[in-house]
């Protein structure tokens, strides 16, 4: 089978809800608006859904103009926030893990919003100024440390065979940019290079995970699953690994159903 793209999934608000997507601009920071927008504590720390599981019911979509964040979880009795973003206001030092960036705060109506569905006292902020990735030679906003993170659908399809009658799982819970079919289960820890329609990517890091995966993404609950049985065979010295960050290396548009092509393989573990 002639591998392809099955899945684009952007994520303007960090730790929030992915926006499914049938096309994509490919930039060298990633698809689009992806991590543009984070919330961040009164001393510029990044919210995550590992310390705050209700994050997952978000679900912000922006279309470069506005910024609507709804509430997945019908419980919660939550007006969609629509916000304008703003440009001038003032400019903030925020951290992502250890890594220090700026952020332009959007004023106090969105940071209100955000306080009270999450029940915590914090800010919204918009990406601002340039940011190197980990290793791999690129440009990140908000994300972790990559532009990119790329999932094998055979790699997910085997990880709910092994799971039983404690899954399936969705990918949501993975947080995938980029779903491909066709590599083969695991597939993508095997390549190096990868062509994408018009676009080229180069796959840099596996991905470490962490309890987010354990978080339902409609309810922000927490369970068990997957990492007690990815513990079980994707432990590796850094870590249980799913999944692979990756890096632009020719940017251009994507679209669902794009062919994909290996162009460059590897043997050794990233």
Known sequence: MAARLTELNVYPLKSGGGTALRAADLL???LRYDREFMLVTPEGRFLSQRDLGRMAVMRPVYDGDVLTVDVADPALSFAPLTHKPVDDGPVRDVYVHRYECQGIDQG???????????????????????R???????EVLFADGYPLLVISAES???????LGDQGPLPMNRFRPNLVVEGLGAYGEDRVRLLRVGGTVIEMVRSCARCVITTTDQDSGERGREPLRTLASYR?????????????PRTPGPLAVGDP?????TVEEDR
């Open 28 to 30: 060298p920071t990633g």
């Open 260 to 264: 994909v092509e290996v162009l460059e």
């Open 235 to 247: 432990t590796y010295e850094r870590g249980i690994r799913f999944g692979q960050n990756a890096v």
């Open 108 to 130: 106090d109506e969105a940071a209100a919003w955000f306080a009270a569905l999450l029940d915590t006292e914090c800010r919204l902020v918009r990406f601002t100024g340039r």
């Open 156 to 162: 997910l399809a085997d990880l709910n065979d092994r």
């Open 132 to 138: 190197s990735t980990s290793r791999g030679g690129g």
